[in-house]
């Protein structure tokens, strides 16, 4: 199954979601932040992310839970599909473009061992603003992008019982993971596989097509021909005229007490 995941729907993102069902063969559904109402129809089911359903789940939400936490979305969708084996997550500002969307989609359904899929997965730089929410004296922090992941139902749930298990401690809800962060340790931790897509023997995404301080023009958008390639981000009209942003502009400034609680964490259990 697909899931879509934005704040609300609108036209541009109801068009994404035929594409993406009619392209990949996969039922799609839409993962939207539960704050706003929805004002369009839609035959694909809804996972509406509540501060509620996620505390029924046994979550910590911290205030910005709906921007850090995108796997909560995915657990709330576990509990609506449970025969899904493999669930995709897409963000609305992805697009995959150049190529046949079948194909893209085809490869990895050959892959089924494949617990994690995801853009930019490696063992974590001490300079990422997410590390220290993942050290642990038993687990390397592991980071990724999450702008599209592919996950299996067994590493869903290995997720879930790791947040689960945060939520309980004082010290990781002080410093409460992202869900790059989280999913990408816990999926190693555990032992499960997790592959990079650019892991395959072509190249999935490269530096342009997938930036985290400029923006691509859906309006005028024209991708390379030749194969599918992953695009982020990919805005339209207001969204796209609101201007580019920096990493450093959402940055952190801990305090004393933030950074001695890190520590601490260092020499916790993941």
């Not at 697909?2 to 594409?19: D, G, K, M």
């Not at 004082?170 to 892991?199: C, H, I, M």
């Amino acid at each position: 199954m697909i899931l879509i995941r934005s704040t609300t729907l609108n036209p541009v993102t109801l068009q994404f979601a035929a594409e993406l069902q009619a392209g990949a063969r996969l039922p799609v559904a839409h993962v939207l932040d539960g704050r706003h109402g929805v004002a369009f129809e839609t035959p694909e089911p809804r996972i509406m992310v509540t501060e509620e359903a996620c505390r029924a789940l046994g979550l910590y939400c911290p205030g910005d839970f709906r921007w850090r936490c995108g796997d909560y979305g995915i657990y709330l969708a576990r509990q609506q599909f449970p025969e899904i084996r493999h669930f995709w997550l897409i963000e609305y500002d992805i697009r995959l473009a150049g190529g046949e969307l079948h194909e893209f989609f085809e490869l990895f359904a050959r892959q089924p061992e494949i617990d994690l899929l995801a853009c930019h997965l490696r063992p974590a730089q001490r300079g990422w603003r997410w590390h220290r929410t993942a050290a642990a004296r038993d687990a390397e922090p592991y980071a990724c992008t999450f702008g599209i992941v592919r996950i299996s139902a067994r590493a869903l749930d290995a997720c879930l019982s790791k947040r689960r298990r945060h939520s309980a401690s004082r010290l990781r809800r002080a410093d409460w993971p992202n869900d790059e962060a989280l999913v990408a340790t816990t999926v190693k931790q555990a032992g499960y596989s997790s592959r990079d897509f650019n892991g395959f023997g072509r190249r999935f995404y490269d530096a342009t097509t997938w930036s985290l301080h400029s923006r691509i023009d859906g309006d005028s958008f024209q991708p390379l021909q030749g194969g599918v390639m992953i695009y982020h981000p990919v805005l339209f009209g207001s969204s796209f005229k609101r201007g580019n942003f920096t990493l450093q502009e959402l940055g952190e400034h801990p305090t004393t007490w933030q950074k001695v609680l890190r520590r601490l964490n260092m020499f916790a259990r993941w």
